[in-house]
């Protein structure tokens, strides 16, 4: 093996274990939900893999030819690349939400790829290997080799591949490439395992575009997907990985059926006169339930929508109609860059409705986003922000205790049993630097069924003592959701 067509075997096998990682990721959330935790997974069993595939490599091609280990290294890895998705398809239902499932699902569907394609840098090492003079430069250049292969993986499919092709399209091109410089390696004296190699491709290739899936369109961040309402032929729900996110009613745009859209509804009305045109920005956009509503009860109000997803824009278009909602612009990016170059006191109202998976995403809670929050809205604006938590709420009371430390008033909306030992689920905090009319939002809260659900800003402030003020320098969102 030349030391050219050496360098290019490592840099492609190391490319292809990024490749794989990169993408587990979002392979995984719609089964267990993207988090820090099935983040940590991924990195966890990829160092895993490289670590067992570095010292299984080593020790083999010690033992049998070294380009024979490498070409079959590259062989399982390739037909370990196809069985990803189907493997991830077939176990999610199964394992469920959670980090342990998230660290047995990612290891079940990439521990073997990766620890296959791991093994090819040893022992492409070995077989380069004639003696002790030069070796360190044999080894440190494919040791570069590999290492390049590992970023333009990362960088290639994060900012790259997944933009223009669908993740079976990519997990194809990899597998293809694997198993084309196995073959390459291991010539024409292993006929008979290539042919068998590439039956073996054939049938998981198969898989992996049969295997049913939940997505209708894989997104640069969600497997996303809407569903229609079995009780309601106008209603869809819009589905990012494994939450329902929004509901859309095409034939009643002002009906909300989720409760904290009821809650948002509640919250704006008893801050302004009813029909009253409104400016709004939305931190998130989701299934775009918001600025519908506000277009269909509050003629000739403007809605600023960042979203930081252009596929979840693209399948709402498609599915959801989203371009039918007038006085409606969508800011494709991520909301805290958005919002900043958004104009001072050019909103009447802030939503906050942005989530990766059940969280709020870390620099969206801190102290310095609400900052720009507040420079964003006019005097006496209304920020309202949806906060997913359960018992013992300690994220819920951290956002509190971080939208009070920078607004004059506070309140939440909650249902009594959300807060009880067991409670949890979406609560609503509202801010301004106005009293809220506390009298309108309870009777709008009891007429949707959710009485004594309003905490004042004395109640509201009491929840937060002690709880922690986030800051871009400490936002721990995850560790603190329960």
Do not use: K
Not at 20 to 48: D, F, H, K, N, Q
Not at 400 to 423: C, H, K, N, S, Y
């Amino acid at each position: 093996m030349n030391a050219r067509f050496a360098r290019f075997v490592v840099l492609v096998s190391g490319a292809a274990i990024l490749v794989v990682e990169t993408l587990a990721t979002r392979l995984v959330a719609p089964y267990v939900g993207l988090t820090l935790e099935s983040t940590t997974a991924v990195i966890g069993v990829a160092l895993a893999g490289i670590a067992a595939g570095a010292s299984l490599g080593g020790r083999w091609a010690d033992v049998f030819p070294p380009q024979r280990v490498a070409a079959g290294a590259l062989a399982v890895g390739g037909l370990g690349v196809l069985a990803v998705r189907p493997l991830v398809r077939l176990l999610g239902p199964v394992l469920g939400p959670g980090p342990v499932a998230a660290i047995l699902l990612v290891a079940a569907s990439t521990l073997v790829s990766v620890t296959a394609l791991a093994m090819v840098t040893p022992a492409v090492t070995r077989a380069r290997l004639t003696g002790v003079d030069g070796s360190g430069t044999v080894i440190g250049e494919l040791s570069a080799a590999g290492t390049i292969g590992s970023l333009a993986g990362t960088f290639l499919t994060g900012f790259v591949l997944v933009t223009f092709l669908p993740v079976t399209a990519i997990l194809l091109v990899t597998a293809l490439a694997c198993l084309v410089l196995a073959a390459t390696v291991a010539g024409a004296a292993h006929r008979a395992e290539v042919t068998r190699t590439a039956v073996a491709a054939v049938l998981l290739a198969v898989a992996l575009v049969a295997v049913p899936g939940r997505c209708d369109a894989d997104t640069v961040y969600y497997c996303a997907r809407v569903d229609a309402d079995p009780e309601n032929v106008n209603g869809q729900v819009l589905v990012l990985d494994d939450l329902r996110h929004s509901y859309v009613d095409r034939a009643d745009p002002a009906h909300l059926e989720f409760a904290y859209t009821q809650r948002f509804g509640g919250a704006i009305d008893s801050a302004y006169p009813a029909g009253q045109p409104l400016d709004v920005v939305h931190v998130g956009g989701g299934g775009f339930t918001m600025p519908r509503w506000l277009a269909a009860t509050r003629p000739g109000s403007t809605s600023t929508v960042l979203e930081v997803d252009q596929g979840v824009v693209d399948l709402g278009r498609r599915e959801l109609g989203v371009d039918e909602i007038p006085d409606t612009e969508i800011q494709v990016g991520d909301a805290r860059t958005t919002l900043a170059r958004l104009p001072a006191n050019s909103a009447d109202v802030v939503v906050g409705d942005a989530f990766g998976a059940r969280s709020v995403p870390w620099h969206l809670a801190t102290t310095e986003f609400v900052d720009d929050v507040r420079r964003v809205l006019r005097p006496g604006g209304l920020y309202v922000l949806n906060i997913i938590d359960r018992d013992p709420l300690t994220l819920l009371d951290a956002e509190i205790a971080t939208v009070a430390d920078r607004f004059v008033t506070v309140a939440l909306m909650v249902r009594p049993d959300q807060l009880v030992p067991g409670g949890g689920g979406n609560a609503v905090l509202l801010a301004s630097d106005r009293a809220p009319d506390l009298a309108a939002l309870a009777a709008s809260s009891a007429a949707r069924g959710e009485p004594g659900s309003v905490l004042d800003d004395a109640a509201t402030r009491q929840r937060a003592v002690g709880a922690p003020v986030l800051t871009d320098d400490r936002a721990p969102v995850d560790q603190l959701q329960t």
